[in-house]
C-alpha cells in the first residue's frame, strides 16, 4: 500500500530544508579543488602541462556523469536516500588521498571517487526535492537546491586558497573536506528521509505521456530534452575550461593566490546566489527565453576574458559568467521535470546530468589540448564560440515552454 503523503513546499519544509543544507555540503566537496589544484599540481608533483593538468577534470567529469545515469536509473529501484548515503561513504576517502598522495595517479582515483560521490549526492537531492515540491514551484525548487550547492562551491573555494595562502598548499586546505564529508554523511543517515512515496502520489494526477525510450528521447529525439540535455553538455564544458585554464591564466599574468581566489571563486558564489531569483523566474517566464539568455550571456563573458588583463573587469566578468550560469541552471531541471512524466523523471535527469557531466570531460580536453597547440587564450575564445552556438541551438531547436 502506497504512504499517503502531501505534496508542496509547506507540507516538506522541514526535509527540503534538511535537503539544501545537505547539498551545500556537497557543493563544498567540489570547493575543495576549485582554485588551488593547479598549484597544487605544480608545486607537490611538478606538472606544468594543461593537458596532464586537467586529466582530474576528465577523469571527475567521466565518473560523475556514468554516476548521475545510474542514479537516475537506480532512484526507484535502491531508494533516493540509500543511493545519497552510498555517496557520502565514498566521499571520505577523498581528502586523505589528496593530503596522502605519492604521485598523480592517487590524485586521478580521488578524483573518480569524488566524481562518484558528486553523481550519487547531487543526482538525489535534485530528485528527492522534485519529489517533494509537486507540479508547482519547481523551478523554486531547483533553485534553492543549486543555490546552496554552488553558493558553498564559491565559498570552499575561496576559504581553501586562503588557508593554502596562510599555510600552505597541502595538507591544511584539504582538513576542511574531512569535516565536509563527516557532516554530510552524519545529516543524511540520521535525518533525511526518503521520497519515493510523493513521486508515487504526484504519478496518481499526473497525465504525462511516458517516454518510449527515455535515454534516446532525451539525448536526441525530443527536441525540449535534447534541446535542453546539449546546453547542459556546453555549459559544464565551459565551466571545466574555467576551473581547469582560468587560474592557469591568472598566474600567468602575475595575479596573487588572493587575486585568484577572488576572481575564481567570484563565478560560483553568483551562479549560487543567483539562483534564489531565477529559479523562481523560470516558473512564471518562458523556460527557452531564460536558457537562450542565459547561454548566450555565458558566452559573450568568456569571449571577452581573454583580451583583459584589468583585475576589476575580470571580476566583473566572473560576475557576469555567474548571472548566465544561474539562469540556466535551476531552468535546465525544471525543464526536465515539466517535461517528463514522474515515473520517468528520476531516468532522465540521470540521462541530462550524464551528458551535462561529459561536458566536464570533453571541456577539458577540447580546451586542454587547444591550449597546448595554441595557447591559452586561443583556448577560452574557442570555448565561448561553442557556447554561443549552443545558444542558437536553444533559441530555433526548442519550442517555447
Known sequence: MVEQVELGLKNNWKQFTLLVIVNAFVGGMIGLERTIFPE????????????????????FGVSKAISNYYTGKLANRFGRRNLLLAGWILSIPVPFLLIFSMNWYWVLFANVLLGIHQGLTWSSTVVMKIDLIGEKNRGLA?????????????????????IADNYGITPYPFYLGIVIALLGLLLTLFWVKDTIAHAQQELK????????????????????LSSVTQAGLVNNLNDGMIWGLLPILLISIDFDLEKVAVIGSVYPAVWGIGQLFTGKLSDHVSK???????????????????FTQHYQTLVLLSSILGIGTAMVYPTFLSTI?????????????????????????????????????????????????????????????????
Do not use: C
Open 142 to 162: 531547483m533553485g534553492l537546491n543549486e543555490f546552496s550547492g554552488y553558493l558553498a562551491v564559491g565559498l570552499v573555494a575561496y576559504f581553501t586558497a586562503n
Open 288 to 306: 527557452r527565453s531564460m536558457l537562450f539568455g542565459g547561454m548566450l550571456l555565458q558566452g559573450i563573458a568568456i569571449l571577452i576574458i581573454p
Open 205 to 224: 494526477t499526473n497525465n504525462s505521456i511516458l517516454l518510449k525510450n527515455v535515454f534516446f528521447e532525451t539525448t536526441v529525439k525530443n527536441k525540449t
Open 40 to 59: 597544487f599540481a605544480a608545486s607537490k608533483f611538478h606538472i606544468d602541462s594543461n593537458s596532464a593538468l586537467l586529466s582530474f577534470i576528465v577523469v
Open 337 to 401: 521535470a515539466q517535461a517528463t512524466n514522474p515515473e520517468q523523471r528520476a531516468e532522465s535527469i540521470g540521462t541530462f546530468r550524464l551528458w551535462r557531466d561529459l561536458g566536464y570531460a570533453i571541456g577539458a580536453v577540447i580546451s586542454g589540448i587547444t591550449a597546448d597547440l595554441f595557447g591559452i587564450d586561443k583556448a577560452i575564445i574557442l570555448i565561448g564560440l561553442i557556447t554561443v552556438f549552443s545558444s542558437l541551438i536553444i533559441r530555433f531547436r526548442m519550442p517555447k515552454i
